[in-house]
């Protein structure tokens, strides 16, 4: 019994040093908690911040912790931090307390933080994460992580007319994954009535489950706080990490996403338990309940357990010769199974080696109206020979079959009538409705082509005078160079007929009777050296000319409308 | 209806007789068999003896337990079927139907059918169902499973082509549940095939929302690949490049619905924003007029050109095109914008001695006095003496 019990708290102790060592680097932590404000002190941070150093130090964290940190407190144990963190290492960096956002940046409150005079005060008094993320950017860290539990309702936000909440941050480099306690410009919860904040208190919790990736952490964290605070406050993550982060990490074969492997932890389980393995049986449900998997498998695993506990127990009392304690432990077991038939047989046998006739009977009783046909035979047969010593026995038999029970007592432990919500919801993740994004995406229209930039006045010279200044046009984009020849068809827009703010072009194309090779001079541009030439034009109306040598040969005007227009042929 | 909710609720399994002791034998081997795969075949193997057992509903239950330790979603649907047969209002049935349709290959016109008969019946019975007493302790799955129904619906009238309708559902979805990835990724997908502008950047906030949320409620990691890649497909077409997409994703993280005050600028636009930008640069004089004229040829044209009357007009510049009034003409007309399209006409305060001629350019200060606005013309007050160039 004792080597089995050593076998199962060793395989539920959490996975600490000698897993942290097949990291590269080592593992160091920065915790600071601030309570002690002047203006508007908090509760819980110092705990926060004590919370977050033990659940570190136990996942082989080097911790340097800070409590109550003014602003150079602060500086010193952030030089400190960084000039731990070498190459390869893991650098988690955690806050508790006041945080504030200025220009997009995330300021942390220092306690000695005085009443601001001006935003630019505010900024000098307080203590900036920018430079720590640059810091431990150059630092070669393997993965850095940054837990901020702040975004609490603060003063200076107030004071100042500041967004509440914390910034997105843009300023995060690779591998590093950073937490805020709730979403980015909303402010979370301090839990007044609580030890610690619902963040810190999910979270310090969660990090000691083994197997979790950092991002599982985190989603388990999201999912407790918003329970907690009635979906009142999300916390949010983000991740640039390019590998998986444990915080305990899996043993060997063992991942905590492993469905399949926690559901064969169960099959043991229950293969055990039929084969009267009660502390094997024990060890799998435990550890199924440790890990968490919720729905079917945690809540049988969890009912399991107290039926289990109680048969090894009888087991043992038999074993010892207690047998008035074997029947009340059998007891026990059929209250929590009514259908172990063979608790009921042993029970009855317990019963009758401590004389108690009577309660062996009753035992059988139980086996004849709730045990399969052979056993309701065996119960009635051994009736019958106890029916000369015990008239109870006699009795029994002659009051006739017994009813079996509904069904719903046979298969007491399943839920009728309600869902498996869980399940529900991990299988659509695992089936997701078919939806074919790609084929959608090929529909969409291509970017529209936007006709070359309209050269918004193009002024002809008189002969007589030149204009004062050199002539305006509005070329946004340097014009293809196509060199026409003498011959060629001017499109030019009538000024102000054109809508250029809709979205709408007309589709023309430009044709030309004439086998002579035509260029094409679209608002001033030269496009193309030949003719047909389908263009789009915004919808309006257009002089065409057909110019050779200088000279404008004919004019005509057309009205380009949206959509499709009939060709043009020039003549 | 409700009443019929109720009923099933507070007498789920009425308490029934067994067929007999062997039927209760099958279901003691049942009940000792932990293992999914041969509980699924025990519970066949009861099911084909006794077809109509009372306790059938009992029994399709447990199927559905074994299924969804095998995530059998097939096995699952089977045994809803199962329990819709044994009761049409079960919501246990109804629920895993109107989850799972949607998943299911191939989408034939009875599961179309299916889901959205199961869809509509949990709405319809939700209250009463988290009213009774088997219910009572999963009040929270309420909202979930609600949206669900409506997801559902959604997902069938999307099938069906009724898209406003499907977007109805869809929105409600998303009330009851504001992290559901994938209903915001259908909404995206819908909205993106829409011709419409609005649509159109509602259709790139929900793409935008489905690919950038995780955790609870995310994609799956292919379909959110499958789902950027339309988003930025769908970004692209309306904006012809993918910048500024990062910033509308980081705003979609933390809003379920677009604002009202949501919008992407269309390619045509930054075209055109672009051509201003260049213009005021290099032409800031023309571009004034541009912005005057803008004003004059809107919808508004008439009150706009209320504010502009006796408001001295930015010094202008433009060439003659011709004169009225004879040989010494009180009205010279001029282009701005281009040298042969008459836009202004100068009333001048005093006669000129003679028509200038054709093409000059002139510069001058004038006020505006009335407006034609076909063929567009502005008439404007000028002192003779203060025009340049003439």
């Not at chain 1, 593992?27 to 404000?37: H, K, P, Q, S, T």
């Not at chain 1, 172990?340 to 139980?366: W, Y």
């Not at chain 1, 006699?394 to 719903?408: C, D, H, I, S, Y």
């Not at chain 1, 082509?449 to 509005?474: F, G, K, M, R, S």
Request: net charge neutral; charged share 25%; proline share 6%.
């Amino acid at each position: 019994m004792i080597r089995k019990l050593l076998v199962l708290a060793a395989a539920l102790l959490p996975l600490s040093f000698g897993q942290q060592q097949n990291e590269d680097g080592k593992r160091v932590a920065l915790v600071i908690g601030n309570d002690n404000y002047s203006i508007r002190p908090l509760q819980n941070a110092v705990n926060d911040a004590r919370s977050m150093q033990k659940a570190l130090s136990a996942a082989g964290f080097l911790v340097i912790e800070r409590e109550n940190a003014g602003k150079v407190g602060m500086e010193e144990a952030v030089a400190a931090f960084l000039e731990k963190i070498g190459p390869g290492d893991v650098a988690l960096f955690y806050y508790a307390g006041h945080a504030i956002q200025i220009d997009n940046e995330n300021v942390l409150v220092p306690t000695d933080f005085t009443e601001a005079r001006s935003l630019i005060d505010a900024k000098f008094k307080s203590f900036s994460m920018t430079p720590v993320l640059g810091y431990l950017k150059t630092s070669r860290a393997k993965t850095i992580v940054l837990i901020i539990d702040a975004c609490r309702s603060n003063p200076v936000a107030q004071t100042h007319s500041l967004k509440a909440g914390l910034a997105t941050p843009l300023e995060a480099g690779k591998n590093t994954y950073i937490a805020f306690s709730t979403s980015p410009n909303n402010v979370a919860g301090d839990n007044p009535n609580g030890r610690n904040s619902w963040f810190t208190e999910a979270l310090a919790a969660t990090i000691a489950v083994p197997a979790l990736t950092i991002d599982d952490v985190f989603t388990r964290v999201r999912d407790k706080v918003e329970n907690a605070t009635a979906g009142k406050q999300t916390p949010w993550s983000y991740s640039s990490l390019t590998s998986k982060f444990y915080f305990y990490p899996p043993r060997s074969g063992e991942s905590e996403n492993n469905e399949s492997l926690i559901a064969k932890w169960l099959e043991d389980a229950l293969r055990n338990e039929q084969y009267g393995n009660w502390t094997e049986a024990i060890d799998l449900a435990e550890r199924i309940v440790k890990q968490k998997p919720g729905g079917i498998v945690e809540e049988t695993a969890k009912s399991r357990l107290p039926y289990l506990k109680a048969r090894d127990a009888a087991q043992t009392s038999i074993e010892r010769g207690e047998y008035a304690a074997a029947i009340a432990q059998f007891d026990q077991a059929l209250k929590l199974e009514p259908f172990d038939v063979d608790a009921a047989f042993e029970g009855s046998s317990g019963a009758m080696l401590a004389d108690d006739l009577p309660r062996a009977v009753q035992l059988l009783q139980i086996v004849r109206q709730r045990g399969t046909t052979p056993e309701v035979q065996r119960a009635e047969a051994i009736l019958k020979e106890l029916g000369t010593a015990e008239p109870a026995a006699a009795a029994a038999l002659k009051g006739g079959a017994v009813k079996p029970p509904a069904v719903q007592e046979v298969f007491h432990t399943h839920r009728f009538g309600v869902p498996d919500w869980e399940t529900g919801w991990r299988l659509v993740r695992q089936v997701p409705a078919q939806v074919d994004y790609p084929s959608i995406a090929k529909k969409l229209p291509p970017p529209p082509v936007i006709a070359a930039p309209v050269p918004v006045a193009v002024p002809v010279p008189t002969a007589q005078q030149q204009p004062a200044e050199p002539v305006h046009t509005a070329v946004v984009e340097a014009p293809q160079v196509i060199t026409l020849d003498d011959l060629y068809v001017e499109v030019k827009a009538v000024a102000g007929t054109r809508d250029l703010v809709t979205e709408e072009f007309g589709q023309i194309t430009i044709k030309a009777t004439s086998k002579k090779e035509i260029g094409l001079m679209l608002e001033g541009r030269a496009v193309s050296r030949k003719l047909p030439y389908t263009a789009k034009l915004p919808p309006g109306r257009y002089e065409i000319r057909t110019i050779e040598a200088g000279k404008a040969r004919s004019e005509r005007r057309v009205e380009v409308k949206s959509g499709l227009n009939p060709d043009l042929v020039l003549q | 209806m409700r009443s019929l909710f109720v009923l099933m609720a507070c007498a789920l399994l009425p308490a029934q007789e067994w067929t007999d002791r062997a039927e209760y034998d099958m279901a003691l081997s049942v009940r000792a068999q932990p293992a999914p795969q041969p509980r699924l075949t025990l519970l066949d193997q009861w099911k084909l003896k006794y077809p109509n057992s009372p306790m059938r509903m009992a029994r399709a239950e447990l199927t559905l337990g074994a299924a969804q330790m095998l995530a059998d979603t097939g096995r699952i649907l089977d045994a809803a079927r199962d329990l819709i047969a044994a009761d049409a209002n079960s919501f246990t049935g109804l629920y895993w139907i109107a989850l799972l349709a949607p998943s299911q290959t191939p989408v034939t016109p009875k599961l179309v059918t299916e889901a959205e008969s199961a869809a509509r019946k949990l709405l319809k019975g939700a209250d009463a169902y988290f009213a009774s007493a088997a219910a009572k302790n999963h009040l929270p799955q309420k909202k979930l499973a609600i949206a669900m129904a409506h997801r559902t619906l959604g997902w069938v009238e999307w099938r069906s082509n009724k898209i406003d309708a499907a977007l109805v559902e869809l929105r409600a979805a998303l009330d009851m549940n504001p992290r559901s990835g994938e209903v915001s990724a259908w909404m995206g997908a819908i909205l993106a095939a829409d011709a419409d502008r609005r649509k159109k950047t509602n259709a790139i906030w929900h793409l935008a929302r489905a690919s950038s949320l995780d955790g609870e409620g995310a994609l799956p990691a292919q379909q959110r690949r499958e789902v950027r890649e339309l988003l930025e497909t769908a970004y692209t077409s309306h904006h012809g490049a993918l910048d500024g997409l990062d910033e509308v994703a980081a705003k979609t993280r933390d809003t379920v619905q677009p604002p009202d005050t949501f919008s992407i600028e269309s390619a045509t636009e930054v075209a055109a924003r672009k051509a201003d930008e260049a213009l005021a640069l290099s032409n800031p004089q023309l571009f004034e007029w541009i912005k005057i004229r803008r004003r004059l040829t809107g919808p508004d044209a008439d009150a706009e050109f209320r504010k502009l009357e006796g408001v001295a007009l930015p010094t202008m510049k433009g060439w003659v095109v011709r004169c009225d009034g004879g040989p010494k003409p009180n009205e010279v007309i001029v282009g701005v914008q281009d040298s042969s399209i008459e836009e202004v006409v100068l009333k001048l305060d005093v006669r000129a001695p003679k028509c200038p001629a054709s093409g000059l350019a002139l510069e001058f200060e004038a006020l505006p006095v009335s407006l034609v606005k076909d063929p567009f013309r502005v008439t404007v007050g000028v002192e003779l003496k203060a025009i340049r160039g003439l």
